[in-house]
């Protein structure tokens, strides 16, 4: 392990940004997307294959890890980047989106949330404390605080509640997050109350990232962002709690209405964005990092980014066509198979299909953040985002 | 491409033999399994796995791709080897044994056969001419002669009819062969009746190999064999119509009274066999060539091989082993991840859990046969089976 939580500002193109992060399992590069593995692997896709699609940091989710197989497998087994085969950085999201948007039953006060586990329907509690715990004993180099996540509608009362409350629990995460991190590695329970003993786990470091809210109104937006400020130093920071179910505009609009106030020294983490277009709209609002598990679902249901707009493999007009995928991608699927033979491979059900599509797509996302990074390293952001959208956001053609 | 169809003999220990075939598209060396890619893919795995597997041939299967997505969109998309990415040698069975043990309803004279498609309820006929014009054009090195396969329970009877009707068809296979293979690319037609053009596929090569049928019964086995031998030459023979509900014993004993009348200079192949164990079993009877799906659909249930026999990945005593699958094993899935972290793949339902098993299955059956040709050739090869049966055939420890 080498780095700390550093990050330097390579270059701007407008309110776009190239930089890159060291953390204690490497370094990554911005733009950047994380691709998400959600129980600990990236769905249908190894280690290798995440590597040959050139990701540096993949995301790994509290909720489902804590649920099964539990933070103490996880140690047991040598940490989060042991268990999954990932020796590159990774992130954990603390569990506040799954348990808001997932658990079916949930009860919130001051003090956490109960909630009804999805395998087995059996009660738990996540508090701001035992987030960070969790996270500590999973490994991951970057921890995220547990938030209050309120849906794209949320009126401006029920929006303020759970921004105010993300700020009191920013404070006691961050808390807790120094006591491990003063304490060592001894310190950290498990779920059974017994401590987390040296030699379970990789000695790691480990920083703590807050997560802005305040739904789709840019004052409580700008009153969150001022509130973890002031909370902080911060290694980095977040915007969570869009891209569910607010219309798009209104999620550009806090996005521009953010960027002023938020400091160019942290990188900025926009969580659960997004599509193609979504990334480059925004990098123009000055995102440098993003996670979301568009490319692999839509992989799995046959749909497959080009610059010339998605496509669905399964489509009758591939049956013989002999060319790639993309023909300017440079993957394993597109290098080696043609359209015609993914259609087969969907159209008979292979389980193949499902992971060519799904490396195609996170690659792409990868390249387009490769190539958003070229652009703004050369000042020219602004006109090749405008003939990317050109490409990308045509009808398909026919 | 390069190579014929030569079969050379290296070694010998007891009835077991270690020789090298050479096919268009690359040697093979024997003992060898042969992995099956049902649909044009081996379930679950790329033509990358398969080759870090040591694979170094394929079986594809005729009546699968002539259903879906037939014959002329393979022919299109270039052959069956650029079709799946695999640029080594590839065997072709010839829809005998679907049509025969799949399909549902049937009607069969001795034309040939009536059968639904499995995909479509469509009706459909294969004969034994049709059957080698759709394996010209998919483009196998190998393909295989169509027969009649009878159950493993079937009387002498029926066993002598199918037996009787499987040479009289061969007779068929071998002449529409011929007749492909010297009149070259431009005579073979698709299923719409059009020529397919020398522009539309490569220019290869392919020999036909026969199947000696006869059910159970050694003396019609030996009949079937003086008859296939008596249409030569050829430059293979397969042995067809085991592995189908009959006991095991009594498999062994059809190969071992077959064996003194194979001809040394062939290499012999037993279709669809099977588990560690029979390979072993087989080999020790004279056979160089298997095919199986056991290794990849076992992987997907959960099952996987090692030394000291099948285990269980599910179970709970492996839910904080951080050992690998087979510490013998040099696959990616042994070398890279922990039982542990197996077991959580297949309790939460992942999809890298069916490839990371199915890929140490093949690479155990392959490991398994390189393993048998290196104490063929050491002239070990009693002893070595001894030993391997003592490990693997052992209760599973507790």
């Known amino acids: 392990m080498s780095g700390g939580f550093t ?3 390579d270059a701007t193109s407008g309110a776009a940004r190239a930089g890159h992060l060291a953390l204690p399992h490497g370094p990554v590069e911005t733009p950047c997307f994380m691709p998400v593995g959600t129980q600990g692997t990236v769905r249908a896709l190894s280690p290798d294959d995440l590597r040959a699609a ?33 020796e590159r950085p990774l992130l954990t999201d603390s569990g506040g989106f799954q348990v808001f948007s997932l ?17 087995d329907g059996a009660r738990r509690r996540l508090t701001p404390e035992r987030a960070m715990e969790i996270q500590w004993t999973l490994g991951a180099d970057v921890a995220m605080a547990f938030d209050h996540v309120v849906p794209g509608g949320a009126d401006a009362g029920a929006a303020r509640d759970a921004m105010e409350r993300t700020a009191r629990w920013l404070a006691r995460c961050r808390d807790r997050q120094r006591a491990l991190a003063h304490d060592g590695v001894t310190t950290p329970r498990r779920h059974d109350g017994t401590n987390v003993r040296p030699g379970d786990v990789a000695t790691w470091r480990q920083t703590l990232w807050p997560i802005i809210q305040g739904g789709a109104h840019p004052d409580l937006r700008r009153e969150s962002l001022q509130r973890t400020l002031d909370l902080g130093p911060w290694t980095g920071i977040a915007v969570g709690g869009l891209s569910v179910g607010e219309a798009k505009p209104l999620m550009y609009d806090v996005l521009a209405s953010l960027e002023p106030g938020l400091p160019a020294v942290l990188p900025r983490y926009l969580m659960g964005v997004g599509f193609p277009e979504d990334l480059v709209a925004a990098v123009e609002r000055g995102i440098d990092l993003f996670d979301c598990v568009a490319p692999t679902r839509n992989g799995r249901n046959g749909s497959a980014y080009t610059p010339d707009g998605p496509l669905n493999i399964r489509n ?22 043609s359209r015609g033979y993914l259609r087969h491979l969907f159209v008979a ?16 996302l990868i390249r387009t953040a490769e190539a958003m ?26």
Do not use: K
């Open 373 to 398: 990074r070229a652009a703004i390293r050369a000042g020219t952001f602004d006109r090749w985002a405008a003939e990317w959208r050109r490409r990308y956001l045509q009808p398909e053609s026919p």
């Open 349 to 364: 059900e292979e389980l193949l299909g499902l992971r060519l599509l799904s490396l195609h797509n996170v690659r792409f």
């Open 7 to 9: 990050f330097t500002l």
């Open 54 to 86: 050139g990701a540096r940091i993949v995301l790994a989710n509290t909720y489902h890890l804590h649920v099964r197989p539990g933070e103490d497998v996880v140690a047991a087994l040598g940490g989060l980047h042991r268990f999954m085969g990932w």
């Open 103 to 119: 658990a079916g039953s949930r009860t919130v006060d001051e003090e956490g949330v109960d909630f009804a586990s999805h395998v």
């Open 316 to 337: 009758a007009r591939f049956r013989t066509d002999a060319g790639p995928l993309d023909a300017e991608c440079d993957c394993e699927t597109c290098r080696t198979f």
